[in-house]
């Protein structure tokens, strides 16, 4: 009997601290205790942009709509609603929660009195896809979900990777925190030009519906602002690029230590996109951009940009718009989104770069909204929004 209550005692002893461990390494979730009181709302509610009846597709569907779900707060304390447009492989759902249950982007500003709208991308989420029309859709990559998004730190193909901490969860499959945001990873287009195509058209029709606004984009959207902006620098008073789309002229090959980039795919027409934005003086029929790229990085562990041949063709559409980027510190953007702060400078287009671990702000990844500190990142660009763009107060 009494080594039977000792194995008994042993095995309780052993699956509490199985339990223990797994509580220990689980994700925080969001408690009861620690849900902010209810938002107050004037309204709420969607609507669809842009897109036509297609009948030369069969069934004649509605093709080219971008999905806007909005926010007003009762209080208003901002003159200038925010557009927040979603990256690749995402949509809308990126600012409206994380995968430990916390709110998004869109309640942190919502909640000090910004009115909101968030999009689905064209072909992509709520935004119905039909591909007889819009072309095909790109496979799922669960290695790459995790290289890039959110462990990075296991796979070290950039050199700031090793710095990232701040996933709530260890980032790979099995774990509570990824599966949730795995689940709410999309299908983007197979063409990228056809992408921002179609997105520039439907968030023109937004700005054209909504007013006056500010743009705030992320990663692969960030080739949407500049024809945006350059369509209508009435519209767009401000843009916050959270790591747009970059480097200018070319991608980036991830390849590790020691030799960690090299330039991937082909050239940028138009610099930083394939769509055609203003440049002064302008590129004739079939005329490229000439370009130079740096003998030397900025800073050791960083990519040597391409720019502009001197004397530089000038972006005059965009140079009287407020522009942040914001730039993680352990993201693959760690290591190039200067070069396109560098880029607009060089074409006359004022803007900022905030390197979020020079703000105190340590060990984010790409997917810094879903990340643990998310609300001191989304305060460090109201602080800027609210002096580029005085409010109410």
């Not at 008994?8 to 797994?22: H, Q, V």
């Not at 004022?350 to 500190?373: P, S, V, Y």
């Amino acid at each position: 009997m009494q080594g039977t209550t000792e194995k008994k005692r042993s095995f309780g002893a052993t699956l509490r601290s199985i339990i223990g461990a797994l509580i220990a390494s689980a994700p925080s979730v969001v408690t009861a205790a620690d849900e902010p009181p209810p938002m107050v709302l004037a309204k709420t509610g969607y609507f669809f942009v842009g897109g036509k009846i297609d009948p030369s597709v069969p069934g004649s569907p509605m093709t080219g709509q971008m999905y806007v779900e909005y926010f007003i707060p009762k209080t208003l304390t901002h003159p200038y609603p925010i557009v927040m447009i979603h990256g690749g492989s995402q949509t809308g759902t990126n600012f409206t929660g994380t995968p430990d249950g916390r709110e998004g982007w869109a309640q942190f500003f919502v909640r000090r009195g910004h009115a909101v709208y968030v999009v689905d991308q064209v072909a992509r989420g709520r935004s119905a896809h039909f591909s007889q029309s819009q072309g095909p859709v790109a496979n799922a990559n669960l290695q790459r979900t995790e290289q890039r998004f959110t462990a990075p730190e296991k796979f070290n193909l950039w050199p700031q990777a090793k710095l990232h901490t701040q996933w709530p969860g260890t980032g790979k499959a099995g774990d509570p925190a990824f599966d949730e945001f795995y689940a709410t990873q999309f299908p983007s287009l197979v063409s990228f030009q056809k992408q921002q195509e179609l997105n520039r058209d439907a968030s023109i029709a937004l700005f054209d519906k909504i007013g006056p606004a500010v743009l705030m984009i992320h990663s692969q959207s960030g080739t949407f602002i500049w024809p945006i902006a350059d369509a209508r620098p009435n519209l767009v008073k401000a843009v916050i690029a959270v790591e747009p789309n970059g480097p200018p002229v070319y991608e980036t090959e991830f390849k590790g230590a020691p030799e960690w980039f090299a330039d991937m795919g082909k050239s940028k027409r138009w610099g930083l996109g394939e769509v055609p934005i203003t440049y002064d003086p302008p590129l004739k029929d079939g005329e490229e951009l000439a370009v130079v790229r740096q003998d030397k990085p900025d800073k050791p562990d960083l990519v040597r940009c391409w720019q502009q041949q001197e004397p530089a063709r000038k972006l005059p559409r965009l140079a009287g718009i407020p522009m942040l980027i914001v730039v993680s510190e352990a993201s693959y953007h760690a290591s190039y989104d200067h070069c396109t702060a560098n880029w607009l400078t060089q074409a006359g287009v004022r803007n900022t770069m905030i390197r979020l671990g020079d703000a105190g702000l340590h060990g984010n990844g790409h997917m810094m909204m879903l990340e643990k500190n998310s609300d001191d990142i989304a305060g460090v660009m109201r602080d800027w929004l609210v002096k580029a763009l005085p409010g109410k107060n």
